[in-house]
């Protein structure tokens, strides 16, 4: 009983604020740009995947129109040269969009810049104020209500140098 009067006691001294990660990535143009730059080049690699499957398609389609025509050595260097194509389109697919593939490289590079300022930003807030914790209101469901006297966004967008309409 005594440990947990001391416990609730000792949470009710900690400060806690909020963040809107959503809403402060939202008025960062850096942000926005580093986006713009991954879908342009997500659809660029995923065109040369696309073109790679197609031309495989097409030997497969091509295969089965010469099948009778073609002999036993003919039809599995055929068969070898789809399925080299085919390999060749799912290699490239792993290579750029895989667990550790160029998209995600690509995406690390832009956008850690951009999350470290954030944090160095809210930490910086946090000292200075007494926070124990900064939550992100847009990651956690589990939020049912918070007072908009502990959103720090603007503050954090602020001592970033963004203006806050």
Same mark, same amino acid.
């Given at each position: 009983?005594?440990?947990? *009067?001391?416990?609730?006691?000792?949470?009710?001294? %900690?400060?806690?604020?909020?963040? $809107?990660?959503?809403?402060?990535?939202?008025?960062?143009?850096?942000?926005? #740009?580093?986006?713009?730059?991954? =879908?342009?080049?997500?659809?660029?690699? %995923?065109?040369?995947? &696309?073109? *790679? =499957?197609? /031309?495989?398609?097409?030997?497969?389609?091509?295969? %089965? =129109? &010469?099948?009778?025509?073609?002999?036993?050595?003919?039809?599995?260097?055929? %068969?070898?040269?789809?399925?080299?194509?085919?390999?060749?389109?799912? $290699?490239?697919? #792993?290579? @750029?969009?895989?667990? /550790?593939? &160029?998209?995600?490289?690509?995406?690390?590079?832009?956008?850690?810049? !951009?999350?470290?300022? !954030?944090?160095?930003?809210?930490?910086?807030?946090?000292?200075?104020?007494? @926070?124990?914790?900064?939550? $992100? #209101?847009?990651?956690?469901?589990? !939020?049912?209500?918070?007072?908009?006297?502990?959103? !720090?966004?603007?503050?954090?967008?602020?001592?970033?140098?963004?203006?806050?309409?």
């Amino acid at each position: 009983m005594a440990v947990m *009067l001391v416990a609730s006691m000792s949470m009710s001294a %900690q400060k806690y604020a909020l963040v $809107d990660m959503e809403y402060i990535l939202g008025h960062i143009p850096a942000y926005e #740009r580093a986006n713009e730059q991954l =879908n342009q080049v997500s659809k660029k690699w %995923q065109a040369e995947v &696309e073109a *790679l =499957n197609t /031309e495989a398609s097409t030997m497969y389609k091509n295969y %089965q =129109n &010469e099948v009778v025509f073609l002999s036993q050595e003919q039809k599995k260097a055929k %068969q070898e040269e789809i399925m080299k194509k085919e390999k060749e389109a799912s $290699d490239l697919k #792993r290579k @750029y969009f895989g667990p /550790e593939g &160029e998209l995600f490289k690509k995406r690390e590079s832009l956008m850690s810049p !951009i999350q470290d300022e !954030i944090y160095n930003a809210v930490k910086e807030i946090s000292d200075l104020r007494g @926070y124990s914790m900064v939550l $992100d #209101r847009a990651a956690n469901a589990g !939020i049912v209500f918070a007072s908009p006297k502990v959103d !720090i966004s603007n503050e954090v967008l602020e001592k970033l140098g963004y203006s806050v309409n």
